[in-house]
């Protein structure tokens, strides 16, 4: 029920607006200054926040899960890593500022950052993510407001204040980044609409997305997940059971990339169960997932206490024996449909576990879970036929497929040549506009100064032709993102 307006809330609205304006008019003058560095000035900032941040990757870690208490401190140390030092290795050969010129096309491009970035950050793993929107803001000479979730505000804002003091010493202008250390919804809400913020980087619940959404701004959401994961007849099952264990496993399945629900052919499910067992999988019996659905979902919808949990924990919460090495439960289910619980993003070690005949019903019954949620964003199979997994990628709503791989390394970025990131875009299908994971690439756009094709008039520029990553304009990553 909304609050009723009266003159107290209004002052209070006008202290919030007020507020928000001088921060957003602070990054807009740090916007201002940033923009006389060049590349190798840029470069050398975020180099430096970067590596303030990866030497207290461990400690932010275990600051996280003592504040939160979700998830794994030394799978948290891992995603601080990428968030950092790994960010900017990744990206340090891209052009992201300046100038370039395409002699062959007779253009000439110029970088323009967005501008001001507000970024929202979510209470599971708030300090990677708030680590990785600010070091993508400074790659592209962008000033950040950053906005912590209230449940993880101490290690956030302290992760965050670490990165701002090593940027200001290695020349970033005063005010680039800054960050709410008392939040409310009231000064968020006030900060979204105001008009000078460029871009909302929004990561967390429906309701902030929707207010994001709502706030006028333009606005790259990273929705939730849902991972279908399929294992047909075909599949190497001592590598699938390992893979599946260890990514769910991993920070106590906090991430969205995690898988969700497993799916497997009737005629290698209890190889596979067997497998499981020995990775640390204990297999419910029916009784058990009753408990289990009444102690995940009591009224409905996730239970938060719950988030990031281990399996001994929720095991122990639910009324179910488990050997104290249990790392995943397996819960079966019978039909993917939206009113069976299981079917839904479980942020905890929990794995909703069905049959299927063959492959082909395997597939359906993975779409049948991105109707019920995660459309968009992930979804892995394994399987040695080509043609199924073929068929799989192209049958589900799903961006990022991961054949034979742990799905939530694999997704961020972490263990495969691909780019790392932990704000997952879910595109047209998760109701957002970015289809891929967030880089620093997508918080600057190129001016395009295209001369006459007439042989007569010539390219009057010749500065940096293209990124030292790419042999010709066509190939720049830059120009392709």
Known sequence: MSEPITSETGARASSYAGRARMMVERARWAVGAFSRLDQEQTLRIAHAAAEAGFARARYYGEEELHETGFGVAAHKQVQNELSTRGVVQYYSDDLLVGTRSNPAGKSVSVARPAGVVLALIPSTNPVSIALFKVICALMTRNAIIVSPHPSAISCAVSAVRLLASAAIRAGAPDGAIQVLDEPSWGLNEAIMRDPGVDVILATGGASLLQAAYRSGNPTIGAGPGNVPVLVDSTADLARSAKRIAESKAFDNSLLSASESVLIVEDAIAERLLERLKSEGGHLCTAADAVRLRQCLFPAGAF??????????????????????????????????????????????????????????????????????????????????????????????????????GPCVTQVAGSNVVGAPSVVIATGFCGHGVLGQSLGPHHLVHWSRIAYSDDTAESLGYHGEPVCTRARSASQCFCQRA
Do not use: Q, Y
Request: aromatic fraction near 4%.
């Open 303 to 404: 239970e938060k206490a719950a988030t990031g949990k281990s399996a001994a924990w929720i095991a122990e919460r639910a009324g179910i024996r488990v050997k104290p090495d249990t790392k995943v439960l397996l819960a079966p289910f019978d039909l993917a449909v939206p009113e069976e619980p299981l079917c839904h993003e479980k942020l905890c070690a929990v794995l909703g576990f069905c049959r299927v005949r063959d492959a082909e019903a395997g597939i359906d019954v993975a779409r049948a879970v991105l109707r019920c949620a995660g459309g968009g964003h992930s979804a892995a199979i394994h399987s040695r036929d080509p043609a199924t997994i073929m068929a799989f990628a192209s049958a589900l709503k799903a961006l990022r497929i991961v054949a034979n």
